[in-house]
């Protein structure tokens, strides 16, 4: 017994031994890589600036932030940019895989790294900036807005020391060029296939960290990578304009069908979450508040051509007034993000179809004839099994009846009748041959 209890206790010191004897991977040389794969909002803005705190801490040698985006929120854009400006921390931007683009807001943040790279096939450019739709913004407003948007691009690239006539075009004249042509015209510094051609090449480049000239040393290091939190993914993914429409058209749709059919449960819980999604995706995103009423009219119209039929007057409306609510929600000046014009066309369709059937179904149950209870009774055949004299019995629906004949004369036994109304629990018949007159 003594030696089993030696021979765990050596075997407990020799597996700690080996546990401390192993190398910490955050103290072992390293890189911090990040994806952004999408838009440009909070959410990947926090990111960012989370990636570049926890860099700095971990002592990576540098942070690699491999790109693809379209655009995005000018506001995240410019956090993001000041953030990458006064990093203390070597920042790398990688337009990557190949067939990846910096559109637009990832123009200012390729330009804003230390060390500026593309993979073969990718693109940057087109920076000019836009409504929500796509179209450019015109008037005082627009004037503005793009000359803000180039002395932000020149600032950049004069800070960085990169071409600053090129990131004027890009916004003016929203140019959009290869790889190639990005490093002919210094715009970046590296065209890498991958990470680790990127390292190789980014070797022994000196970098300015806020003044501080640093020799990058990562060729070989680990590459750590880390991805966003929970909460940062749940906010990257209702920050999408696409996702942000679907769950308003999917909230307002579930809603509607809970006031059509009280007590169903499933839709109104279903249709408040998506609405409640919806709201926090709105506030995310910069929104026109014309096109959300725009959206809300169309509904009302809709659910009006349901219960009060105009002959498609209001239907018509309402299909309208909702299309084009969809097209200017996102109509802003403070961002380029769209909403794809297929899902427009499809959630318009669906929502007037689907509350246009709903309302019709509601209508028509209304007007039908009852089934249940006395007024059920009212038109049906009947068989008389008591002489009406005027009063008697007669057979209808598998039961008796006490009955009255509302003509003149008696109806005899055998004789069909049918029930024209009723008085408490009294039937009123008429014989069946009367019922032309």
């Known amino acids: 017994m003594k030696t089993l209890k030696i021979f765990f206790v050596v075997s407990l010191m020799a597996l700690g031994v080996s546990v401390l004897a192993q190398p910490d991977q955050s103290s072992a040389p390293h890189v911090d890589l990040i994806v952004i794969d999408g838009s440009i909002n909070p959410a990947v803005d926090d990111f960012i600036r989370e990636s570049i705190t926890r860099a700095k801490s971990n002592g990576a040698r540098a942070l690699i932030i491999q790109l693809d985006t379209p655009g995005g929120l000018l506001s995240s854009t410019r956090t993001i940019v000041k953030e990458m400006l006064s990093a203390q921390v070597p920042i790398m931007v990688h337009v990557a895989p190949s067939g990846a683009g910096a559109g637009s807001a990832g123009v200012f943040i390729t330009m804003a790294a230390h060390i500026a790279a593309m993979a073969p096939a990718t693109n940057i450019g087109a920076a000019h900036p836009v409504a929500g739709g796509g179209q450019e913004v015109k008037g005082v407003m627009g004037e503005k807005i793009e000359n803000f948007t180039a002395s932000f691009s020149e600032t950049i690239a004069q800070k960085r020391g990169r071409n600053t006539e090129w990131a004027i075009e890009a916004v003016r004249r929203s140019v959009s060029i290869t790889e190639t042509d990005a490093l002919k015209k210094k715009v970046i510094d590296i065209i890498a296939k991958d990470i680790d051609d990127l390292l190789k090449q980014a070797d022994g480049r000196k970098v300015d960290l806020d003044g501080r ?134 959630a318009v369709a669906t929502m007037a179809s689907l509350v246009l059937a709903i309302g019709y179904l509601v209508f028509r149950s209304q007007k039908a004839k009852p089934t249940l209870g006395m007024d059920g009774l009212i038109g049906e055949i009947g068989e008389v099994r008591a002489k009406l004299s005027p009063s008697g019995k007669v057979f209808v629906h598998g039961e008796y009846w006490n009955a009255q004949t509302q003509t003149d004369g008696q109806i005899d036994v055998g004789d069909k009748v049918q029930i024209v109304g009723y008085d408490g629990m009294n039937l009123k018949v008429k014989r069946l041959q009367d019922r032309a007159s």
């Open 213 to 346: 000239m640093t020799t990058l040393s990562v060729k070989g290091v680990n590459v750590v990578r880390h991805e966003m939190s929970l909460k940062q993914r749940i906010v990257n993914a209702i920050a999408d304009p696409n996702i942000a429409y679907m769950l308003l058209m999917a909230g307002i749709l579930g809603l509607y069908m809970e006031f059509s059919n009280p007590g169903v449960m499933f839709p109104g819980v279903t249709g408040a979450i998506c609405l409640v999604m919806a709201l926090i995706s709105l506030q995310l995103l910069s929104f026109n508040y014309a096109g959300l009423i725009l959206i809300l009219l169309g509904i009302a119209l809709l659910i009006g051509e349901a219960f009060m039929p105009s002959f498609g007057v209001l239907g018509i409306g309402g299909v309208i007034s909702l299309a084009l609510g969809s097209f200017l929600l996102f109509d802003t000046p403070n961002s380029d993000l769209t909403i794809d014009r297929t899902i427009i066309y499809t």
